[in-house]
Nanobody, 125 residues
């Protein structure tokens, strides 16, 4: 059974950086499409970044050039490196994954079968 566990959230100031981690168990990341989503209070969950099994990546426009999604096969983990954080990035961040033979990046919530519990990021102004 695939399990995901996020860590690395916290409270930071505008302009600072954070790195989120998602530990994966039950499947190897090389056969997973994986992504990071976020959900702010009162808003729908939205796609932030995704990576395909072949390591193609995709980002939402507002995080392009600030966030980087990457995986570590040796640690079977997914990461989201976030630079130049803004108050608008405040949300609960979720790691998501699904087994697939598709080579593309999944960007929709309903394309993912498994989710982590989420980790809070708060960016103060």
């Amino acid at each position: 059974q695939l399990q995901l566990r996020e860590s690395g959230g916290g409270l930071v100031q505008t302009g600072e950086s954070l790195r989120l981690s998602c530990a994966v168990s039950g499947r190897t990341v090389t056969i997973l499409a994986m992504g990071w989503f976020r959900q702010a209070p009162g808003k729908e969950r939205e796609f932030v970044a995704g990576i395909s099994p072949r390591e193609s990546t995709s980002y939402m426009d507002s995080v392009l050039d600030r966030f980087t999604i990457l995986r570590d096969v040796s640690k079977n983990a997914l990461y989201l490196r976030m630079n130049s954080l803004k108050p608008g990035d405040t949300a609960v961040y979720y790691c998501a994954a699904t087994c697939t033979r598709n080579s593309g990046v999944f960007t929709r919530v309903n394309e993912y079968d498994d989710w982590g519990q989420g980790t809070q990021i708060t960016v103060s102004s």
